[in-house]
């Protein structure tokens, strides 16, 4: 996998930065605090997936906030345009973070370990 150059390294740190900024300004309740959990930059900065956490929504409430995000991509670009001065901003596409939910689901199964190794070694000691 090719590294990213330092330059793209900071738009994506600016943009993780920036992105839940102009979406607490929204008034949309879902997407107001939406938590950002990684920015992934193309080189020339022409596209963006933006990783969000959804495991706290259903199948539909996750419908509604892609479905309202894709309506304020607009404001978006013009917030980011504004705080930054640049004079091209990517284009946002939002993504579903998967990696925090098989996290989650790979300590509740280290967890599930533990307590068998705990039982079977307190059996043993009887």
Do not use: H
Not at 34 to 45: E, F, S, Y
Not at 59 to 85: H, M, Q, S
């Amino acid at each position: 996998m090719k590294e990213k150059s330092i330059n793209l390294q900071r738009t994506q740190s600016l943009l993780m930065e920036l992105i839940p900024e102009a979406l607490s300004s929204l008034n949309d309740p879902y997407v107001k605090s939406l938590a950002i959990t990684d920015v992934d930059c193309k080189n020339g900065k022409y596209d963006a997936k933006v990783y969000f956490d959804g495991s706290d929504f259903d199948d539909a409430e996750l419908k509604v906030i892609r479905a309202t995000l894709r309506k304020v991509n607009g404001r978006l670009k013009a917030y980011i345009l504004n705080a930054t001065g640049w004079y091209k901003c990517p284009n946002f596409e939002f993504i579903k973070d998967e990696d925090i939910e098989r996290s989650q689901r790979l300590e509740d199964l280290f967890a599930q370990i533990a307590i068998k190794e705990e039982t079977k070694d307190s059996k043993d000691e009887n």
